[in-house]
């Protein structure tokens, strides 16, 4: 494959599924699986942290899901993919050795350049985890472009913990922070636990010097926003990633649009500044 | 060799941070300092509400205890935070567990010697709870969130 990409854009015919054989399955937590992926064109597919995939499972449909990989590793393309609708349903039962259709990749990726010189920090919880692998990864590979490195993460509990291997590594790094917290725990735990905002609080940021990268819920982006206000960092510098229901992946059809943007294209990252007003407007 | 009293690690506590010094000297009169080893409790629900606590140093699992199994550890509050209200209104009884999630270094102020100087000291009472209201509300307000984020969210295997 191509690996580390250098520049983004839409691939040559976006409409167009290439065939791609499920190398391997991974269960992660309950209702959350990994697919790695090989092309059987034998081609590369360069993509950039924060795209994602329309994945085409043939005969029963299409669904848009983020690459969660590291973008530097060529030999596999990497999905998480949760258990929400009929199609992922089929995707669960579906084995090592079967063939999908992929499109893509689409959507503004995460603009690490934008983190250069600063701390930065991750927010995410449950599986937001997915899309920003990609770019910690990247960072990761970039670590002397960036001050402190945080990561807060939540969870609902302690036994769907997603990718609890690489909070393990990343821990064990001495030059990262990462902060777990889950919203209820057996007694006797001696983790943190309350929401990802209340870890965003006690974390080490200045907020002047800090970008923050932030992965929730469309119902939850803005607290944890908010969050970061608390400590000082400022919407300019908050990078969110949000998710409609994206078909087309090119702004065609209309089915993601967020007020005068379409998520597929315009997004799925955005500024927070650029899309803030958005967020007290009901029923956008 | 100076013995210094609690006054300054009450005083460089937040909780208390730009507090008049002649008030936060009536405060250190009803205070003590602590330590739990992991695990110990400092307080239990149902138990009297005789306390509150600075926490200095470490980790308090707020544990709610649920019949019929074993209790749930439902929040944690760190260093530079405070643990318990109760104290303050009736019944006077704590309404969940506290426990010790590593070592933590706490300075205990006794309720009952606090709410006394409060009411004989109306502009006392005023400041501690205008500094106890700003994190009654966070707190609940988190906690309301917390219940959007479980309602939206989606959990394992939904």
């Known amino acids: ?28 937590v309950p209702g959350v699986f990994t697919w790695h992926l090989t092309p059987l064109d034998g081609g590369g597919f360069a993509y950039q942290a924060g795209q994602f995939n329309m994945l085409y499972v043939f005969g029963v449909g299409e669904v848009p899901i983020s690459i969660s990989g590291d973008p530097r590793d060529g030999s596999k393309l990497i999905h998480t993919i949760r258990v929400a609708g009929s199609v992922t349903k089929v995707m669960a039962k579906m084995k090592a050795g079967e063939v999908v259709g992929v499109r893509g ?27 920003l692998r990609p770019l910690i990864h990247e960072v990761l590979h970039q670590r002397e472009q960036f001050g402190k490195v945080v990561i807060c993460y939540g969870s609902r509990g302690t036994g769907d913990i997603l990718y609890e291997d690489d909070l393990h590594h990343w821990r064990g790094r001495f030059d990262v922070n990462v902060h777990v917290t889950v919203h209820s725990a057996p007694a006797g735990y001696r983790g943190r636990v309350g929401s990802v905002a209340a870890a965003v609080r006690v974390a080490r940021i200045t907020g002047d010097s800090t970008t923050a990268f932030v992965c929730r819920s469309e119902s939850m982006t803005k607290p944890a926003v908010d969050a970061l206000h608390e400590r000082g960092v400022t919407s300019d510098r908050i990078w969110v990633t949000l998710e409609r229901n994206m078909r087309c992946g090119v702004g065609l059809c209309g089915h993601c649009q967020f007020g005068p943007t379409f998520m597929c294209k315009d997004g799925p990252v955005y500024r927070f500044d650029e899309i803030e007003p958005l967020f007290s407007v009901r029923e956008v | 060799m100076k013995i210094e009293g609690l006054g300054p690690l009450v005083a460089e506590h937040p909780f208390f941070a730009g507090m008049d010094p002649a008030a936060l000297e009536i405060v ?104 106890f209201m700003p994190i009654m509300a966070r707190r609940l307000l988190q906690n309301r969130i917390r219940i959007v984020e479980l309602a939206t969210e989606p959990g394992g295997g939904e």
């Open chain 1, 1 to 28: 494959m191509d690996g580390h990409p250098l520049s983004h854009g839409l691939p040559p015919d976006p409409m167009l599924p290439r065939q791609f054989r499920i190398a391997k399955v991974k269960a992660e």
């Open chain 1, 105 to 131: 990749p689409f959507g503004r990726p995460w603009p690490i350049e934008a983190a250069y010189g600063s701390d930065v920090i991750f927010v995410t919880g449950t599986i937001g985890l997915a899309p």
């Open chain 2, 28 to 131: 250190v009169g009803c205070c003590a300092n602590e330590v739990f080893k992991p695990g110990a409790y400092l307080y239990r629900q149902g138990e009297p509400a005789d306390k509150f606590y600075l926490v200095r140093d470490g980790l308090v699992a707020i544990e709610i205890y649920v019949p019929g199994r074993p209790p749930i550890a439902v929040e944690t509050v760190e260093a530079g935070e405070i643990i318990g209200w109760s104290w303050l209104t009736p019944p006077f009884k704590w309404s969940n567990d506290a426990r010790a999630a590593d070592t933590v270094r706490a300075i205990s102020i006794d309720g009952a010697c606090l709410r006394t100087k409060m009411e004989n000291d109306r502009t006392l009472g005023y400041e501690i709870y205008k500094r």
